[in-house]
C-alpha cells in the first residue's frame, strides 16, 4: 500500500452518491484535500494520507489487492464482491460509518401477489448483485430461481420480459413505485463501510489516527 510514498492511501468515490458524504466525512475530521477532485489523487494536508479517487465498484478490488491501505464504500459493493469470491483470502476490517444507507431489494410488479421468499420460484430476477442475491435465494431455500446480470434498467426488466422480478437498491422507493414495482423482501441494509487492513507499523498509526477523528466526528452526531 503505502509502499514507497510514506503515506497511507485511502480509495474513496470520485463522484456520486457516496461521494459527497465521504468528502464531508473528512472535513469534519479536520483534514483537507489539496488537490481538485477531478485529480486521480488528492493530498490531505494535516495526516500523511493520500486519497485515491476512483469509481465505488474498484475500491474493495484496490483494498483486498493492497494497492490502498483503506477504503470507503457501500456495504452492498463491498458484500457483492466478497459474496463472489473476488477479495481472496484477505478479508479487510470493517467499519460502519452510518451513511448513504439504502436497501437491497426484490421487488415484483405490483399486481403479483406475493406472502413468503417459496413464492418467487422459478422467477428470472434481473440484479448487478448476482452474488448477494443467489446466496439470500440458497438460505431462503427458494428453488429454480436464476439471477439474470443487469448494469442499469433494472427496473424495466419485468416490462421488456427478461426478467420477472428485480433486485436493486433502494433508496426512497420511487423509482420503483413510478415502474409499476413494489418490494417483495429487503435482502440487504447498507451503509457506507470504512474497510482496510490489516496494517503494520507506521501505516497502522496513521490509520489508527484516522479512525479516532472519525469515531470523533461520529459521537458528536449521536
Ligand atoms: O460512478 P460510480 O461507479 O463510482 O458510482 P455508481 O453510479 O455505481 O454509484 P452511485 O454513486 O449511484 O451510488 C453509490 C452508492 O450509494 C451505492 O453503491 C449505494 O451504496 C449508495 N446508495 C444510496 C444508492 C442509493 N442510495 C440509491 N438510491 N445507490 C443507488 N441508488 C439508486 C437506486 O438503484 C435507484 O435506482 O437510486 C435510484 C433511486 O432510488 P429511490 O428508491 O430513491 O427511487
Ligand atoms: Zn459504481
Redesign the pocket.
Known amino acids: 500500500g503505502e509502499a514507497g510514498t510514506g503515506r497511507l492511501r485511502m480509495a474513496v ?7 459527497d458524504e465521504t468528502f464531508d466525512l473528512l472535513k469534519r475530521c479536520g483534514l483537507s484535500l489539496s488537490q481538485s477532485k477531478n485529480r486521480l489523487y488528492a493530498r490531505v494536508q494535516e495526516m500523511p494520507i493520500d486519497i485515491l479517487l ?4 474498484d475500491i474493495p478490488a484496490l483494498v483486498a489487492g493492497g494497492a490502498s491501505d483503506l477504503g470507503i ?5 463491498f458484500e457483492e464482491e466478497r459474496a463472489g469470491g473476488r477479495l481472496g483470502s484477505r478479508v479487510p476490517l470493517v467499519k460502519p460509518l452510518g451513511f ?3 436497501r437491497l431489494c426484490i421487488a415484483l410488479p405490483k399486481e403479483d401477489t406475493y406472502s413468503q421468499p417459496a413464492d418467487l420460484g422459478g422467477m428470472r430476477i434481473a440484479t448487478s448483485y448476482p452474488a448477494l442475491t443467489e446466496d439470500w435465494l440458497e438460505r431462503e431455500g427458494v428453488k429454480g430461481a436464476t439471477t439474470v446480470v443487469m448494469n442499469g434498467a433494472h ?1 424495466i426488466a419485468p416490462r421488456l420480459g427478461v426478467a420477472d422480478a428485480v433486485c ?9 413505485d413510478a415502474n409499476g414495482l413494489k418490494v417483495a423482501e429487503t435482502i440487504y441494509r ?1 451503509e ?1 463501510l470504512l474497510i482496510g487492513g490489516p496494517l503494520e507499523g507506521e501505516a497502522k498509526k496513521v490509520a489508527d489516527a484516522l479512525q479516532l477523528r472519525i469515531e470523533g466526528v461520529q459521537r458528536s452526531r449521536d
Open positions: 468515490q470520485k463522484k456520486g452518491r457516496l461521494a476512483v469509481r465505488d465498484d464504500v457501500g456495504g452492498n459493493v448513504s444507507k439504502c427496473e436493486d437498491i433502494v433508496s426512497t422507493g420511487g423509482t420503483l447498507s457506507a
